[in-house]
């Protein structure tokens, strides 16, 4: 059965730091590019981050570049989201997700929700001003 399990969410001030991990189990993550989606509350989930399957290459959405930075570890089959000056509007809950393996990871399908495999069940981050 796959899983992934999301942790590393809490509460922060304005400015703070946190590092989320996801942890996948029963399936072999190294072969698979993953990414970080958020939902904010009454919003839409939207897309946050995106990784390669070796970690060559990384993607971001405009509202978190050059703030949170994505990585992975292949050999713990988990990846980690680095977030640096949080800001009140990254307040959400935050999930990791398998890509699809037989597409390519491009800028534009990185962006479906549907094309994505497997969800954790979220870890909630809250950005205090």
């Known amino acids: 059965q796959v899983q992934l399990v999301e942790s590393g969410g809490g509460l922060v001030q304005a400015g703070g730091s946190l590092r989320l991990s996801c942890a996948g189990s029963g399936l072999t993550f190294s072969i698979y590019a993953m990414s970080w989606f958020r939902q904010a509350p009454g919003k839409e989930r939207e897309f946050v981050s995106a990784i390669s399957w070796n970690g060559a290459e990384t993607y971001y959405a405009d509202s978190v570049k050059g703030r949170f930075t994505i990585s992975r570890e292949s050999g713990k089959n988990t990846m980690y989201l680095q977030m640096n000056r949080l800001e009140p509007e990254d307040t959400a809950v935050y999930y990791c997700?398998?890509?699809?393996?037989?597409?390519?990871?491009?800028?534009?399908?990185?962006?479906?929700?549907?094309?994505?495999?497997?969800w954790g069940q979220g870890t909630q981050v809250t950005v205090s001003s």
């Open positions: 997700a398998v890509f699809n393996p037989g597409l390519p990871l491009t800028t534009d399908l990185m962006r479906r929700q549907n094309e994505y495999h497997y």
